[in-house]
Antibody
Framework: QVQLVESGGGVVQPGRSLRLSCAAS????????VHWVRQTPGKGLAWLGV????????YYADSVRGRFTISRDNSKNTVFLQLNSLRAEDTAMYYC????????????WGRGTLVTVSS | EIVLAQSPGTLSLSPGERATLSCRAS???????LAWYQQKPGQAPRLLIY???NRATGVPDRFSGSGSGTDFSLTISRLEPEDFAVYYC?????????FGGGTKVEIK
């Protein structure tokens, strides 16, 4: 089955770090760029950043640049999102999504992993 | 940043009726770089339309997208029970990528 599966979410204290994973099954993720998007009830969907298929290009939203880092291990068919210096406002559902041709729209999304930042 | 305003916030319709959803951008979206997604509770968003009017693979032809510049729309010609969901537009012509706030299509 072709799918993306996020993991690594949970409850974390403000200022701490978390690493999210996005694993692909049913296809080879190394062919695709991968984006991260988060969703909150109050602010809706927000794009966080993207990594190219070979990992050589990365772009981030201003709101997370310097705190969040995207990486990938194509041998493991997995992309990662490192979240540092977490704040309460980072509480959200985090999704990864694939991008076939560096078009910056998403033809497949995962179901998301929930991150809650709370003391 | 391009702000996308979706309207209405909620659309209450019956199966078989026609749904028209609007997405208005704060500035011109270049090259028709506008996509539409469907999201159901607890599920991943699903790509419906890209390039303003191109249906994604496997999307039924009752879904159609149109528009250009700052005004775009998604039309569902005859609502099926599985179409009741939240719909989001997304522009990818400007950085950063941005999404609309969503339109919920609910059963009347």
């Amino acid at each position: 089955q072709v799918q993306l599966v996020e993991s690594g979410g949970g409850v974390v204290q403000p200022g701490r770090s978390l690493r999210l994973s996005c694993a692909a099954s049913g296809f080879t993720l190394s062919t695709y760029a991968v984006h991260w998007v988060r969703q909150t009830p109050g602010k809706g969907l927000a794009w966080l950043g993207v990594i190219s298929s070979d990992g050589g290009n990365k772009y981030y939203a201003d709101s997370v640049r310097g705190r969040f880092t995207i990486s990938r291990d194509n041998s493991k068919n997995t992309v990662f999102l490192q979240l540092n210096s977490l704040r309460a406002e980072d509480t959200a559902m985090y999704y990864c999504a694939r991008d076939l041709s560096w078009d910056w729209y998403f033809d497949l999304w995962g179901r998301g992993t929930l991150v809650t930042v709370s003391s | 940043e391009i702000v996308l305003a979706q309207s209405p916030g909620t659309l209450s319709l019956s199966p078989g009726e026609r749904a028209t959803l609007s997405c208005r951008a704060s500035e011109t979206v270049i090259n028709f770089y506008l996509a539409w997604y469907q999201q159901k509770p607890g599920q991943a968003p699903r790509l419906l339309i890209y390039g303003a009017s191109n249906r994604a693979t496997g999307v039924p032809d009752r879904f159609s997208g149109s528009g250009s510049g700052t005004d775009f729309s998604l039309t569902i010609s005859r609502l099926e029970p599985e179409d009741f969901a939240v719909y989001y537009c997304q522009q990818y012509g400007g950085s950063p990528l941005t999404f609309g706030g969503g339109t919920k299509v609910e059963i009347k």
